[in-house]
């Protein structure tokens, strides 16, 4: 029983803006030493380590940026998932901002599958795109993800946007499952999960190394990012409510 | 530096852009963080303070 009402009061001591901005100073450095390191073991890995494919010949080294890029673009519009509810249910201002701070993250991430993605396609497939299950449902994604930062822009109260685009992306989220799933569900080009799958990977640990430390290097960068991006988030709401009680100030004044 | 044969301008290409994006969204988030804490520190230099700092004090 204490443990619980010790980690609630902690879970809820982190939910102050202070508070996880303190959290932040401290976590930050070292997940930017950890990011660095990560991309240097991943890319030797991807550049020298790894085997041409026997198949796909060193094309298939596009994966290395590629997947990962995928799979930051799904787990972070997940994340702005999560957070979206914490807005709806508890109305906690942190959560507005862990989604807004979120988006851009997305659509980088996305952007990078797509592009990438493109540039595989035409030497394998011979074309750069294929309105396919899968490369649909992700173009949807990125389309989704500047939709969420316009409607941030657009409205200017920022609980009010909050609550707009929260339902937003939990209707959006629809597309996640489409995503992961089009690629059994239709017939598409593009070729099934190799690596989360029922068996086991189907890719040789001497590829699929440098893969899943490329991901956790965009994982602690995606991390990083957002975190720091939150915290301009609080300081950019501070700025407004002090201007807004400076204007009323003056207001009053005269 | 790798030679990846008939591919290079699809690998090298890939890499480039991948690696244009993440340093783009990192600059960006960085400069960002550092234009809002310094417009903070100017309000709060100019004796500025948030209502719920003012209730705290």
């Not at chain 1, 990011?35 to 790894?50: C, E, K, P, Q, S």
């Not at chain 1, 952007?111 to 795109?129: D, R």
């Not at chain 1, 409607?151 to 200017?156: Q, Y």
């Amino acid at each position: 029983m204490s443990d619980q009402v010790s980690l609630s009061a902690r879970l809820t001591g982190l939910a102050n803006p202070t508070r996880f901005i303190r959290m932040v100073e401290i976590v930050l450095p070292w997940l930017v030493a950890a990011t660095a390191i990560l991309f240097a073991v991943g890319l030797a890995g991807a550049f020298y380590i790894a085997p041409a494919d026997r198949w796909q010949g060193e094309a298939y080294r596009i994966i290395f940026v590629h997947v990962p890029g995928a799979w930051l673009a799904m787990f972070c519009y997940a994340v702005m998932a999560a957070a979206s509810i914490g807005s709806l249910v508890w109305r906690h201002p942190l959560a507005d901002v862990s989604a807004k701070a979120a988006a851009p993250l997305g659509a980088a991430f996305t952007f990078i599958a797509l592009v990438t993605g493109s540039l595989w396609g035409k030497p394998m497939w011979g074309a750069w795109w294929v309105w396919d299950a899968r490369l649909t449902s992700v173009l949807i994604l990125f389309i989704m993800y500047l939709g969420l930062m316009a409607l941030w822009r657009t409205v200017e109260d920022p609980s009010r946007a909050a609550r707009a685009a929260a339902v937003l992306t939990l209707v959006g989220f629809i597309n996640i499952p489409i995503i992961k799933f089009s690629v059994e569900w239709w017939n598409t080009l593009h070729q099934p999960a190799s690596v989360l799958r029922v068996g086991g990977p189907a890719i040789d640990v001497s590829q699929i190394w440098p893969m899943l430390v490329m991901a956790l290097a965009y994982t602690t960068l995606f991390m990083s990012l957002h975190f720091m991006a939150m915290r301009t988030e609080i300081h950019r709401r501070r700025i407004r409510s002090m201007r807004l009680l400076e204007a009323s100030r003056g207001g009053e004044d005269g | 530096m790798p030679d990846f044969g008939k591919y290079a301008f699809y690998v090298w290409t890939s890499y480039g852009l991948a690696g244009l994006v993440l340093v783009g969204i990192t600059l960006y988030t960085w400069i960002d963080s550092r234009v809002q804490r310094r417009v903070l520190r100017t309000l709060e230099e100019r004796g500025l303070r948030r209502r719920s700092d003012r209730r705290e004090g």
